[in-house]
């Protein structure tokens, strides 16, 4: 299955002060389970892929930074993703389409008051429950 990009242009983060963008960077002692796409505040966010609606908090403590959670079953496959960093203009509970608006692009970098960080929109990837790579599965 190919997803959509979550922005307009593909850019990545890859590497900026505050650390890694890709798949796999080391996170202290754990891993990054997901790809960072640059996205300026108030950038249109698009829907990866169809499906079902739930949103959530990127943070325990703390509702301001939101995510967005699509799922859909194609075939004999299970896709999870979660859009993270996006003020969401859907709500739980909605089917959308692919490439559909979903949101606008939040101010991670200022939220972590960052200037070296490059602010972008966080996307995670499981296929039949496990994380993926979405890199090589999303295209313009």
Request: net charge positive; glycine share 10%; with cysteine.
């Amino acid at each position: 299955m190919k997803l959509a990009s979550p922005t307009r242009f593909i850019e990545l983060r890859n590497q900026d002060a505050t650390g890694n963008g890709w798949f796999g960077a080391k996170r202290g002692n754990r891993k990054h389970e997901g790809t960072d796409y640059v996205a300026y505040p108030g950038e249109e966010i698009f829907a990866c892929m169809a499906g079902k609606v739930r949103i959530g908090n990127v943070y325990r403590n703390d509702t301001k930074m939101k995510l967005i959670e699509i799922e859909n079953q194609f075939g004999f496959h299970h896709y999870r993703v979660q859009q993270m960093y996006v003020l969401p203009n859907v709500k739980t509970g909605d089917v959308v389409t692919k490439n559909q608006r979903i949101g606008f692009a939040q101010d991670v970098a200022g939220y972590h008051n960052s200037n070296a960080m490059k602010n972008h929109c966080h996307i995670s990837v499981w296929k039949n429950g496990l994380v993926t790579d979405p890199e090589p599965i999303i295209f313009e």
